[in-house]
């Protein structure tokens, strides 16, 4: 296989035993992104996609075709303070070199962290172990100029603690086909919630949320729910009623695409992959 076909390969799961091609070493990156003016993560034909934009800056740093495979392809609108990526290049660069060359490139909504070179064996989405999303919601009654496209607005109160006792009934291996995306393309609806919890921080309610993985749209249907619950239309029992039914129609309305951050990737390690302070900044420091 050339180096191109393997580029074209979208840098699949390596087998055991099977190496990358003479010269080509494989890197890593931790990116953020603002991905309001995004069609989401994934490339598509009809409208920017954050994608797009780091394959052409990473190409541009190595003078050459670079395609990206990401750890979650995050949806329309939805952002990321710690996306991780890996690609395989020939172009021998520094970490250091990547990540400012790239971000010489990248819109202002988009940059890399963090990059390095990774072992053969390493893939963004297949070694990772659990991912973490936080959903940040401003209830106020008026809605904030600033942000106003970072947090999702809601102008009555909501009750923290109903939403808290709410999220116990998420834990564990079960099946969420009650907050499953129709057009989702996973073989199984079951997921491992390792934690869920709503803190308070300041005049935000941020809903933290890790899994070893998630079915579409499964954050924003779950906020959704929880923000029945928290408007008191709803008891917190409702949740564990909600994921026993596995009834999709049966669960509340999808919550806004704005509020919602990828914060985290987890991986064994030895890849070596940096742990940051949870995102996104704004929220970062208080929780």
Not at 276 to 283: H, I
Request: net charge positive; charged share 15%; hydrophobic share 40%.
């Amino acid at each position: 296989m050339s180096e191109l076909d393997w580029v074209y390969s979208l840098n699949s799961k390596i087998p055991p035993g099977q190496s990358l091609p003479a010269g080509v070493k494989r890197y890593a990156a931790v990116v953020s992104y603002d991905g309001s003016a995004f069609c989401g993560f994934q490339k598509q034909k009809h409208s920017p996609s954050v994608q797009q934009e780091l394959e052409r800056a990473l190409g541009s740093v190595a003078n050459s075709e670079i395609v990206i495979s990401c750890a979650g392809r995050t949806d329309t609108a939805v952002h990321a303070s710690y996306q991780v990526i890996h690609f395989d290049t020939s172009a021998p660069r520094s970490g250091r070199n990547w990540v400012k060359g790239a971000n010489s490139q990248l819109p202002d909504s988009i940059a890399l962290i963090w990059a390095d070179e990774v072992s053969a064996g390493f893939h963004a989405r297949f070694s990772a172990t659990s991912r973490t999303y936080r959903y940040i919601i401003h209830g106020a009654e008026a809605r904030p100029a600033i942000l106003s496209q970072g947090v999702s607005w809601v102008r009555y109160p909501l009750n923290a603690a109903a939403m808290q006792e709410a999220c116990q009934y998420l834990l564990g291996e079960q099946d969420f086909s009650a907050f499953r995306g129709a057009g989702c393309q996973s073989l199984s609806p079951n997921r491992n919630v390792t934690s869920a919890r709503v803190i308070e921080a300041g005049q935000l309610l941020v809903f933290e949320v890790t899994a070893n993985a998630f079915v579409l749209h499964m954050v924003r249907n779950i906020v959704g729910s929880l923000l029945e619950v928290g408007f008191g239309r709803r008891d917190p029992g409702w949740i564990k009623q909600l994921i026993a039914g596995r009834d999709r129609t049966k669960s509340a309305a999808t919550a806004s695409p704005k509020g919602l951050y990828l914060v985290d990737v987890s991986y064994p390690p030895e890849h070596n992959i940096p742990r940051l302070p949870l995102g996104p900044l704004f929220v970062g420091g208080n929780v």
